[in-house]
Structures are given as structure tokens and as C-alpha cells.
């Protein structure tokens, strides 16, 4: 306790004399995980007495070393460290001082945060897709990716399969690329990515999870009936066992693929899959918000049936999809050709293109 308040004293009263060699901390500042911390003083006197002191001080380990020497391990974090010498000059003490700042990494890097740009911007949006003849209906979807790309987001009917390539032309006049990175066809949902990194797109969020019966919803696409107009609707059952969500709302061949949202926050909640006729307002499907998330970042897949759908009241039914790397053979969609109209509970596909249309006969 005397030697502290002696040590306090010669602070308050007795400033250390000047010194050829200045007093310094050396060694690394920043340090990876479990990697040992490994400091030298110099400048400092023989006959020095050297105290060392890490803060914050809990959880360090301290190795035992000679005087002139720091050693210790500690979880990730800034450490700050601080050298006092103590030295008698002509009988008087005196006492210098250095400090410096560690950094022990984390030891799993933080994801990167997806970089800036665009615009929340719904309407602005949604684009008109081409993959070879076939005409359909896309959403850009933010926020902005890690590597500066942007997902897109369509139905899985439109595309052909993972690795198919195609043009997105956005309303401002630029035409982007895209290629398909996953295609599930049971909810009927396909993610596209951009091949090029773009700043400043116009983009559409996703909500954080179905919506309720009864929610207000709306879309817009470049159906023919009347290409860019917004339809209103709203949402008529929650999910079913194809992670389709049923609605109430007006399509036309060409809208597939949209994004369909919610008219209070203008998140989108599904994409335009099947109805039951077109044109008016009538029961359609389209992916839940949920098959949406689980399937965006997904890996590089293909949905192949297991079983060929039948139709219901209430929608197809079908057993439960498997998961193959490879593309599967063609399978019957669970929506009926344009002849097949009349049938009160027959679901006709959207797109523009009939020729790709596979249905019940």
C-alpha cells in the first residue's frame, strides 16, 4: 500500500526527466482468435521497474515472462494496454508511461452487409420477362445483394430450369440479364439473379409472413387484357400443402410471375401462378410469402414431382416434391390448358407463351 501512494506522489509531483531513447510499446495491434498477444517494451532502463496492465482486465489470461515482456490470451475485443516505468533518478522517483490498443478478431467474421443502392420502388419494380419466346411477369427484389447483384424473382412455370438465361427490360429503358439459380415447381417459384452488379435499381421488399384471410392485396404485370394496370383483390385462404396461397383477383395470359402485394405496406406476399379463369375477377393461386423466403438463397436446385397433381375445390393436390440436382423429366402443371376454361375449379397458367403450357387433358 506505502510503495502505491509513493507511486501516487511521484505522479502528482515529480514529471519523469526527458530520455535519448523514448519509451514505446511494440508489436501487433491486431491479433486473430486464440492467437497468443505478444508485446515488447523498449526505450526502457535497465534497472527500470515495469508494471503492465490490460483493460478491460476480466478473462485475461497473463503469461509469466521477463519484465520487458507482455503475453496473454482473451476473447475477441480492443484491449487497451498501458506500461508504466518506474525509475530512481538521483534518489527521486519517476515514472513514464505508454499505452496502446489490441484487437483480438472474432472468430467467425460477420457476414457482409449487402452494399447500398436502389430504391424502394414496387411498381417501378416489376418488369417485363423474356426467356427465349416465352413472355411472363418478374419482380426485383431488395435489398441489394453482397455481391452487388440483385435477386429476381418469377414463377417457376415461365423458366425452363436452373441455369436457363433471359432479359428483365425495367420501365426506365434498361434491359438486364438474368439467370435462374432455383426453380421449385410445387409452389410454382423461380429466383433469378442479375448478371452484372447495378447501384441503383428500383426494388420490392417481401413481407415478413403470410397474410391473413381477408387482407387487401393488388398487382400489376403485362398481361394482355390491359397491360400495366393495377388489379386489386384480396387474400381468400392461407397456405395450402403446395405453398400456394388463394386469392381473389383479375389476370390475364402474360401476368405470371408478378408480384402480387399488400395494398396496406406494398410488400409483396406472392407471385401471380394459376387461375381459374381470365380476365375478371376470379380464384387464383400464386406462391405463400413463406415458400418465397424459404426458397430465396436457396441452393442451386430442381423440384421434381414425385406424383402428377389433381385438382380440387380448393386447388391441387400432390405428394410431397423431392430434391434432385439434375433437371426432371416434363411433368403435367397443376394448371389446365386455355380450352378447359369452362370447369369451374380448373386453374389456367398465365403466361403468354401457350406453347410451353402443360395441363390435364
Aim: charged residues 20%.
Amino acid at each position: 500500500m506505502r510503495s502505491v501512494l509513493l507511486v501516487g506522489l511521484v505522479l502528482a509531483f515529480a514529471p519523469s526527466a526527458a530520455r535519448a531513447d523514448a519509451l514505446r510499446i511494440v508489436g501487433e495491434t491486431k491479433y486473430k482468435p486464440h492467437q497468443l498477444v505478444r508485446l515488447k517494451a523498449e526505450g526502457v532502463d535497465a534497472k527500470a521497474a515495469l508494471m503492465w496492465r490490460v483493460y478491460p482486465a476480466q478473462n485475461v489470461q497473463r503469461a509469466t515472462t521477463p519484465r520487458h515482456l507482455l503475453e496473454f490470451a482473451a476473447h475477441p475485443g480492443t484491449y487497451e494496454v498501458e506500461l508504466l516505468v518506474i525509475t530512481s533518478i538521483d534518489g527521486a522517483l519517476s515514472v513514464e508511461e505508454a499505452r496502446t490498443s489490441v484487437t483480438i478478431e472474432p472468430c467467425s467474421p460477420s457476414p457482409p452487409k449487402p452494399p447500398e443502392g436502389g430504391k424502394l420502388d414496387p411498381v417501378n419494380a416489376i418488369g417485363r420477362i423474356r426467356f427465349g419466346n416465352a413472355g411472363c411477369t418478374a419482380t426485383v427484389i431488395g435489398l441489394r445483394r453482397p455481391d452487388g447483384k440483385w435477386d429476381v424473382l418469377t414463377a417457376a412455370h415461365c423458366v425452363s430450369g436452373v441455369g436457363a438465361r433471359g432479359t428483365i427490360p425495367l420501365k426506365d429503358g434498361r434491359s438486364l440479364g438474368i439467370r435462374i439459380v432455383a426453380h421449385y415447381k410445387g409452389p410454382d417459384v423461380a429466383w433469378c439473379v442479375t448478371d452484372d452488379a447495378i447501384a441503383d435499381l428500383p426494388y420490392a421488399l417481401i413481407a415478413a409472413k403470410n397474410p391473413d384471410p381477408g387482407t387487401a392485396i393488388w398487382h400489376t404485370g403485362y398481361g394482355v387484357d390491359q397491360p400495366g394496370n393495377r388489379e386489386d383483390g384480396a387474400i381468400a385462404a392461407g397456405e395450402d400443402g403446395n405453398g400456394q396461397l388463394r386469392m381473389t383477383l383479375s389476370v390475364s395470359g402474360g401476368d405470371s410471375g408478378g408480384g402480387i402485394f399488400r395494398a396496406d405496406t406494398n410488400e409483396l406476399v406472392s407471385v401471380v401462378c394459376c387461375a381459374s379463369g381470365m380476365g375478371r375477377k376470379v380464384a387464383m393461386w400464386g406462391a405463400s410469402t413463406a415458400a418465397i423466403r424459404r426458397t430465396q438463397h436457396a441452393a442451386t436446385t430442381e423440384e421434381a414431382w414425385v406424383s402428377l397433381p389433381t385438382l380440387s375445390a380448393t386447388g391441387p393436390t400432390k405428394a410431397t416434391p423431392t430434391i434432385t440436382t439434375s433437371d426432371p423429366p416434363p411433368s403435367r402443371f397443376a394448371c389446365p390448358p386455355e380450352e378447359a376454361h369452362a370447369h369451374p375449379h380448373r386453374r389456367h397458367r398465365t403466361d403468354r407463351d401457350h406453347r410451353h403450357q402443360r395441363g390435364h387433358h
